[in-house]
């Protein structure tokens, strides 16, 4: 491991990680009560920066200061929880979506050096499991704590996250599909890199990857995608495994401190891994559409640095939409929930690969064999 | 079933339609005029004729125009009004109050004793932020009654 990957893995830690989910909890706080009409948190600046002279708005620090309170909070294990477990469960629901960056390719490539972590030819396969790991945090979260409340939150979490994972998976088939069926690939690829390259020379996998009779299937694979995301991510409106009303609290009922703060930031950067993968694999990941890609193609370093700008640019262009439905829409009940993803997510999903496989061989003569 | 109504029909089968409009709508309510005040900069400004803490008025040669007929504490519900009237030095009336204590605490703030009031001498101000430590505090006696 040379001083590149180094960087690369600084990088993404630093501004994936712990740089994007402050960032998006204070932006969120600050948009959620704009939809309310309020004002939100505004008071809470660093020192010594005055605001840069009024360029930033007020309260940018406020989630340093909360990670501060969080930290100097007391930190309480209950006497009959299983403590290993219960260590374990918020590290089990950080570090998965954490690992699952590694494999996403966050730009071309700066001197020569690919802007990806890891570039594994079975990446999407690795993102997809080590995500599942999630589930795991939740379920251990709401078991170790030996508090019925948290066992029936953990068990609402993993049952829906187990149900949601299908869909997500099915509709990644679609896209794998679609970038598979280009007449002058003789391959299908597993591999997020090439997957956008592809999208670079034939066009984004959301309006069918270049072949137009696709561009249906693939928006409809967008929609599946984004939907089962967010009921990956506990977000509403699928944030069932957290419920004030009748569970008390939910998985993490009994988790104080730094702990539950690890839960919150967990949620936040699956949140961003889903973002990135959404970009990844539908939005054509770094690159630009209607011909604008030219200004990257190349290898100046400044162009490196500008395709990862373009990532970032949608990746929190879609942690935005994000925050909008969150504010916008209300729950579902759980029946409601697990309905719509059997019934009609699962279902939609497997159609929209079989539209795809027929739609692909009828429009493409050659192919992918 | 004509053909515009299946179209609305699917549209609201299929949901999506109805988030996006929701999530246009939550978009603009960014924009709206915010209700919070930032409260140490912004001050709430009651609105005209709104009923907060009491004060006696004077007339123009400065005496006050209490003639102690205790039409006000008659008329207050609260029983919160206090007044001990005593000969008047001037010409003009007959009495003045002594004492003329207020209990803030036991004050609905409805305004009935300004009502009542037949000299037009108590009025109800829109001040309502005066803090006390103690329940006498807000117990106000004439002299800071008139003094408002």
New interface residues.
């Given amino acids: 491991m040379g001083l590149p990957d180094l960087l690369k893995i600084a990088f993404v830690l630093g501004f994936f990680v712990f740089g994007l989910t402050p960032l998006m909890v204070i932006v969120e706080r600050r948009?959620s009560a704009?939809?309310?009409?309020?004002?939100g948190p505004?008071r809470v600046d660093f020192p010594l920066l005055h605001r840069l002279g009024g360029l930033l708005p007020g309260g940018l620090a406020q989630p340093l200061a909360d990670a501060i309170k969080f930290i100097f909070k007391e930190d309480i294990i209950p006497d009959e929880a299983d403590r290993t477990i219960y260590v374990l469960a918020p590290l089990m629901v950080l570090i998965p979506p954490a690992l699952g960056l590694i494999v996403i390719p966050f730009g071309s490539e700066i001197a020569g050096v690919p802007l990806q972590v890891a570039n594994l030819s079975v990446g999407v396969l690795f993102s997809m499991s080590v995500l599942s790991i999630a589930v795991y945090g939740l379920a251990f979260g709401g078991w170790a704590s030996n508090n019925k409340y948290s066992l029936l939150g953990g068990l609402r979490a993993s049952a829906q996250l187990v149900s949601y994972e299908l869909a997500l998976a099915l509709s990644i088939i679609a896209v794998l599909m679609i970038s598979a069926g280009h007449p002058n690939e003789t391959l299908g690829t597993l591999d997020p890199r090439a997957i956008v390259e592809r999208q670079i020379k034939y066009g984004w996998n959301i309006l069918g990857g270049g072949n137009w009779w696709l561009a249906f299937s693939g928006i409809v694979g967008f929609?599946l995608f984004f939907v089962a995301a967010l009921a990956e991510n506990n977000r509403l409106p699928f944030d069932l495994p957290e419920c004030e009303a009748e569970l008390v609290g939910g998985y993490h009922t009994e988790y104080s401190s730094m702990k539950f703060a690890l839960f919150m930031m967990g949620e936040y950067v699956g949140m961003t891994v889903m973002a990135a993968l959404m970009t990844t694999f539908f939005l054509g990941g770094w690159s630009l559409p209607f011909g604008l890609n030219r200004f990257l193609d190349g290898s100046d370093w400044w162009k490196g640095l500008l395709s990862v700008g373009v990532f970032i640019g949608k990746v929190v262009a879609i942690l935005f939409?994000y925050v909008?439905?969150r504010?916008?829409?209300p729950r579902f009940k759980y029946n409601q929930l697990m309905d719509l993803g059997w019934k009609r997510l699962v279902p939609l999903a497997l159609a929209n690969v079989a539209l795809v496989a027929v739609i692909g061989v009828l429009t493409q003569s050659g192919g992918a064999k | 079933m004509n053909f515009k109504k299946f179209l609305l029909k699917l549209a609201i089968k299929l949901y999506i339609p109805a988030a996006l409009k929701g999530m246009r709508y939550t978009m603009a309510r960014v924009f709206q005029k915010k209700a919070t005040l930032s409260y140490p900069e912004e001050v709430h400004v009651p609105r005209k004729g709104y009923r907060g803490e009491h004060r006696l008025k004077k007339d123009e040669q400065g005496r006050m125009k209490c003639v102690a007929c205790l039409m006000c504490q008659t008329a207050c519900p609260a029983e919160c009004i206090q007044i001990v009237g005593a000969p008047s030095p001037w010409a003009d009336r007959d009495k003045i109050p002594v004492v003329f204590n207020i209990d803030m605490l036991k004050c609905i703030y409805c305004g009935m004793c300004e009502e009542a009031c037949p000299c037009d001498a108590i009025e109800l101000t829109p001040t309502f932020t005066k803090v006390a430590t103690t329940r006498e505090e807000k117990i106000y006696d004439i002299n800071k009654l008139l003094s408002r």
């Avoid at chain 1, 704009?34 to 004002?39: E, P, S, W």
């Fill in positions: 948009l704009f939809m309310q009409g309020r004002i505004d929609i939409v909008i439905i504010w916008t829409l």
